[in-house]
């Protein structure tokens, strides 16, 4: 069965800092990687996703994840973070074969100036 | 853009009675979603919807549980006799098309609260 861990319940950055959020699966064969994000009041909203060829995918608002086969991760990045990023990120895995996600606890950011 | 709506955005209700999560999908998708999240704990999968039927569901969703289309806009998620642990936020979610690369669309959620 496929999980996600979210080490990092909380981080606090400060504006304009760079941001990585952790994220590690567990899946027997190549995953389908996506996070979300979900901002006060909103549904979740998907930043980027990863099923297959070049490991480092570009996502909307500027954000990134790179997947590593070897460390079973799919961290989350941006050079520099805006006070508008400050949301919840949701890393979560899909399996072939399957319509389920499969979500990770989430991360809140906070942004401070 | 369109966007998956949600009502109510918060329930409270009684232990033991019956609710009714409302759900509008984005109008040409196929592909239903119920997801919840007990309050810091993951995001869980509930069941899929497709074609008038359940293509897939969670253990989490027993014999209380039960969706519906009825209408061919809303999609709704039917809980017979609440308790306490069903306590969360529910998220609908729909897809236009299969493959689980696709991307599946979320509304803002539903708080339930069971006293």
């Known amino acids: 069965a496929q999980s996600v861990t979210q080490p990092d319940i909380h981080i606090t950055v400060s504006e304009g800092a760079s941001l990585e959020l952790r994220c590690n699966y567990s899946?027997?064969?190549?995953?389908?990687l996506f996070w979300y994000v979900q901002s006060p009041g909103q549904g979740l909203q998907l930043l980027l996703k990863?099923?297959?060829?070049?490991?480092l995918v570009q996502g909307i608002k500027g954000f990134e994840a790179e997947f590593k086969r070897s460390q079973s991760s799919f961290n989350l990045r941006k050079p520099s973070v805006h006070w508008s990023d400050a949301a919840e990120y949701f890393c979560?895995?899909?399996?072939?074969?399957?319509?389920?996600?499969?979500f990770g606890t989430g991360t809140r950011l906070t942004i401070i100036p | 853009e369109p966007e998956v709506t949600q009502t109510p955005s918060h329930q409270v209700t009684q232990m033991g009675q019956e609710v009714i999560l409302r759900c509008v999908p984005i109008?040409?998708?196929?592909?239903f979603y119920w997801y919840r999240q007990i309050l810091g704990q993951k995001v869980e999968f509930l069941v899929s919807?497709?074609?008038?039927?359940?293509?897939?569901k969670s253990e989490i969703f027993d014999d209380q549980f039960s969706v519906e289309r009825p209408d061919g806009s809303n999609f709704t998620l039917k809980i017979r006799s609440t308790k306490l642990e069903d306590s969360a936020m529910y998220f609908c979610?729909?897809?236009?098309?299969?493959?689980?690369?696709?991307?599946?669309?979320f509304g803002p959620g539903t708080r339930l609260t069971v006293l």
């Open positions: 979610a729909s897809k236009a098309t299969s493959g689980t690369y696709n991307e599946q669309f």
């Open positions: 899946y027997g064969a190549t995953p389908y």
């Open positions: 990863y099923f297959s060829g070049d490991t």
């Open positions: 979560a895995v899909g399996a072939r074969g399957n319509e389920k996600l499969t």
């Open positions: 109008s040409n998708h196929l592909y």
């Open positions: 919807f497709y074609n008038n039927e359940i293509s897939e």
